[in-house]
Nanobody
Framework: QVQLVESGGGLVQVGGSLSVSCAAA???????????MGWFRQAPGKEREFVAA????????GYADSVKGRFTISRDNAKSTVYLQMNSLKLEDTAVYYC???????????????????WGQGTQVTVSS
């Protein structure tokens, strides 16, 4: 069982930056390095959508077209934590952001909801004008 705890959401103006993080509680760094991680988001009235994902080692990452070039996913296996740095934020980035985890046998990243077994509780990101 992987317990994920997100933090760092909040209110930011258009064009601003925000970073959210997700810690795997009670998970050792050695165990965390076996987990592929992802970020998804869900805006009111919309489906949960893929944002970014990163492989177990951090060597590979993928992004939704809507955030490519603005968002960066990274991980620190020693701290059992994954991060999402969000720059040049737009109104349409407003959503609840969820981190997700899967104990992965492969070396790549995963960009589909059904790939993931564990989810955090979500953190609100609101972009205002």
């Amino acid at each position: 069982q992987v317990q994920l705890v997100e933090s760092g959401g909040g209110l930011v103006q258009v064009g601003g930056s925000l970073s959210v993080s997700c810690a795997a509680a009670r998970y050792s760094s050695n165990s965390f390095s076996r987990i592929a991680m992802g970020w998804f988001r869900q805006a009111p009235g919309k489906e949960r959508e893929f944002v970014a994902a990163i492989s177990r080692s951090g060597d590979s990452a993928g992004y939704a077209d809507s955030v490519k070039g603005r968002f960066t996913i990274s991980r620190d296996n020693a701290k059992s934590t994954v991060y999402l740095q969000m720059n040049s934020l737009k109104l349409e980035d407003t959503a609840v952001y969820y981190c997700a985890a899967v104990v992965a046998g492969g070396s790549g990243y995963y960009d589909r909801r059904y790939n993931y077994d564990y989810w955090g509780q979500g953190t609100q990101v609101t972009v205002s004008s």
